[in-house]
Each structure stands twice: as C-alpha cells, then as structure tokens.
C-alpha cells in the first residue's frame, strides 16, 4: 500500500517552456502533500507543501510565481514549472501524507532539463 | 528550525557484514524519525520510522534505535547484501514536515 505515482518521470524542454508534474496517490487518500527539489548527491530540499482545497504554503526563498502548486483533490497534486530556464533544471520529487500527517511516501521523481 | 545531521557521509561494507548510520537531532520537540532508502534515479522509499515514545524497533535485518535524552537516532542494517547499496537519509519531525539528513551513501562489496 501507499503508493505515489509521480509523471512524468523525465522531461526535457526549451528554455521559457512551462512543465506540469503530476503527483497521484494511488491507494490512500493524501491529505497533504509535498514537493522537493534535489541536486545532485544533496539531501531534499522543501519547496512546498499544499492540502486539499488549499493555497500551498511555500518555504522561504521559493518562487510561488515561478512554481505554480494545485492540490484539486484527495488524490492529485501538481506542480507548474512556468517559464522554466536552465537553472530550473533538476531532480523534483513530490510525497503525501494522509490523515495523521506520517509517514510522507515519495513519488520516483521528475528529472527536468531545460535546454 | 530543525537541524538534522548524519553520519558518515559515505560508508563502504562488505557483504554480510553490518553497517550503522548516525543522526543527531537540535530539536527537542521532535518526535517522529524515518528513514528512507533512495536509489539511483528513484524516490526516497521509507525502509522503517520510529516514534517518540519507542526506544527501538526493529524488521527483519533493519533496526533503528533511539536516545531522546541525548538526541540522537540510528541505523542499524545487518548482514548485509548488495542490493542495500544506496543513498539512506534520515529525518525527524514535530509536525509535518521532515527535516533531512544530509545523507548516506552505502556501497556493500561481494
């Protein structure tokens, strides 16, 4: 149980593309989730967290404007890249929580690339 | 905030052989603690968690310990195989949301 299906899993795309990934729970219903970003060979770093129904809550030093957050549902989270340049480029991971607040399971990951 | 720091940064075993992994937590209102396996090109996969109000819990060949008094955590992987060979982060939480260790990379040699 506890699945989290993240796509897609690699996108590459110009410079001023916008890039959605998709963030689904599978099994359970997520009341929260979450979205990271990883470089490479560092730790996860929080972008954001989002409720169902409710505005995301973005850490200090994150775009909102930039990183465009929907939570629409129990199930479903998503993350807009708008206007996405080189130094967007990187690892995004999301993860959901239900009920309780833990465990956060992990989606596999988006790895984005602008060109 | 939390502060979460782990310890070693990479850790080299051979197979068969036991590999822990450290962590010290800053804050005391911390009260749940997972760790997570994070594989090339993959997601982090929660290998096993532990609460505030356990000082141990154990699965099969992984054990995680805790010292609230001393703040700190850690890993215990036994009899190890090649297929534990990956990046393993832990984190601890008062809410929810995870602080992260920074991280580390266990490599088993045949």
């Known amino acids: 149980g506890a699945v989290v299906s993240q796509h897609p899993s690699r996108v590459i795309c110009k410079s001023g593309t916008s890039v959605k990934i998709e963030c689904r729970s599978l099994?359970?219903?997520?009341?929260?989730m979450f979205w990271y970003r990883q470089f490479p060979k560092q730790s996860l770093m929080l972008m954001a967290t989002s409720n169902e129904g409710s505005k995301a809550t973005y850490e200090q030093g994150v775009e909102k404007d930039k990183f465009l957050i929907n939570h629409a549902s129990l199930t479903l989270s998503t993350l807009t890249v708008t206007s996405a340049h080189p130094e967007d480029s990187s690892f995004y991971i999301c993860?959901?929580?239900?009920?309780?607040?833990?465990?956060?399971?992990f989606g596999d990951g988006t790895r984005l690339s602008i060109l | 905030g939390e502060n979460v720091e782990q310890h070693p940064s990479t850790l080299s075993v051979q197979e068969g052989d036991s590999a822990v992994i450290k962590c010290t937590y800053s804050d005391s209102a911390s009260n749940y603690f997972p760790w997570y396996k994070q594989e090339l090109g993959k997601g982090p996969q929660l290998i096993i968690d532990i609460r505030s109000n356990v000082g141990e819990k154990k699965d099969q060949r992984i054990a995680v310990t805790l010292n609230k008094t001393a703040k700190h955590f850690s890993l215990h992987i036994t009899e190890t195989q090649p297929e534990d060979s990956a990046v393993y982060f832990c984190?601890?939480?008062?809410?929810?949301?995870?602080?992260f260790g920074a991280g580390t990379t266990v490599t088993v040699r045949a």
């Open positions: 984190a601890a939480s008062s809410d929810y949301k995870l602080s």
């Open positions: 993860s959901a929580s239900g009920r309780g607040g833990q465990p956060q399971h």
């Open positions: 099994d359970f219903q997520a009341t929260t």
